[in-house]
DNA sequence: CCTACTGAACTTACGCCGTAAGGTTGTCAA
DNA sequence: TTGACAACCTTACGGCGTAAGTTCAGTAGG
């Protein structure tokens, strides 16, 4: 009587809250980590009150996927096509540092929602603006993807990461040195620190590769 | 006392009959389809079984990465460096196609194991050995490492892949074409049998960059 | 005011999963 | 014969996704 409004008893189940804090989740406790109860939990309601808002698990990821695919812009039109991929590129690249942990999944999913189809259609628009027919156009754009979903991956959830499941040998780790000299002198540029200068080198390979077509044929 | 030899009741768990049904397993059933369970059952023991041959489920797949890993020869030190390296890539991108399934888990974890080690030194060793430093050869082995993770997931986890959860929207894909004129271009290069002039492409863009590279410093 | 309906949230239950803890069996050396 | 040991089995626990059914507040139509 007195509240002329309803009280939404602690905080309503909007899909921005439950994907928000669904991503915060899977940040702390990884992929495989992340559960329904335990976002439940989070959001303070019961499990199956989840299932009013999302058919099921999946459903949500993919709600994930989309809100994750709104961080990544499409460089503007105007600059260089050189530019705008190398921007491109970084831009998807940042999407692995800023959700390392839910960027495996994210980079093997299709993006097949509107907003994927829109990100997609521009980026091989972007090639065909620089000047590539449509099968080049197809042919780059999947070509720098790779490269762009193994640099992701390798700096979320490959060899940056910690030891496999066989822990950490000690004797083997003093072992490399003398048996695998190129890892041990490897070693040093492939620490996290250096990951950026790697990423670099790799786009600029690409870069200059696509240009190299480009020129071949005028 | 008729049997000289132990009738070895069905059949013995060894690594082998283990880690290859394993493998056969996933193949059927997808990574998250398989499980210790399912896998005893296969081989006519009960689960717990298992667990006397290896410590965990994690130390299985373990097994099963460097039994994967057996099949990733280095090529033969005689050939041009390109040609060496073109080859090492193709054999790493067959993996990918003899195991589809257990890919994705294959290509994003360390190979920490005695054979992953020789071949990360051996590929590093045909960086060296076309002329580049060490700095060269550890972020170009790591930059095509990147490109052949990618081809390698995309082909078994990615836009390959049917529809994500949110099952195939008939009205959107029926007006991808009209809306999204680049993906609907795209598409014929997309599909199953032009992976490989993709994934060649991309190879060639980066043994080019590569190449210039080793030419701008002699 | 009553009623019927609706949507949000909750409850219970099922069959999976990995695996900790402990028990049983068969083989072989001493 | 004995005892150690490896190989394998049994039981049980807590967690998972989710099917099915229930509770309850709010509201529109009579």
């Known amino acids: 009587m007195a509240d002329t409004e309803a009280p939404t008893r602690a905080a309503p189940l909007t899909p921005d809250r439950m994907e ?8 702390e406790e990884g992929i495989e ?17 989840l299932y009013h808002h999302y058919p099921s698990k999946a459903h949500l990821m ?9 961080d990544l812009p499409l460089p503007p039109p105007d600059l260089p096509w050189r530019e705008r991929l190398a921007r491109a590129a970084r831009a998807f ?9 839910f960027f495996p999944f994210f980079s093997t999913h299709r993006m097949n929602t509107r907003a994927g189809l829109i990100w997609l259609d521009g980026m091989l628009g972007l090639f065909r603006d620089a000047g590539f027919d449509e099968e080049q156009a ?40 003398r048996v695998f000299p190129n890892v041990a002198a490897a070693g040093p540029f ?8 790697t ?6 390979l690409l870069l200059d590769g696509a240009e190299q077509i480009l020129e071949a044929r005028p």
């Not at 993919?62 to 709104?70: F, K, P, S």
């Not at 990423?199 to 600029?204: M, R, T, V």
Request: glycine share 10%; with cysteine; aromatic share 8%.
């Open 199 to 204: 990423f670099e080198l790799g786009l600029a």
């Open 138 to 177: 197809a042919r780059l754009f999947r070509a720098f993807g790779y490269f762009l979903m193994g640099a992701g991956l390798d700096e979320t959830a490959g060899y940056s990461k910690g030891p496999s499941a066989t822990a950490a040998d000690a004797v083997l780790d003093a072992e490399v040195a």
């Open 93 to 101: 690249h940042r999407i692995a540092l800023a959700h390392p942990r």
């Open 20 to 27: 928000s804090l669904a991503l915060a989740l899977i940040e």
């Open 190 to 197: 492939f620490r996290p620190g250096e990951r950026e200068a």
């Open 62 to 70: 993919d709600a994930m996927l989309d809100r994750v695919l709104a």
């Open 33 to 49: 980590g992340f559960s329904i109860r335990k976002l439940a939990d989070r959001l303070g309601c019961k499990a199956m009150s």
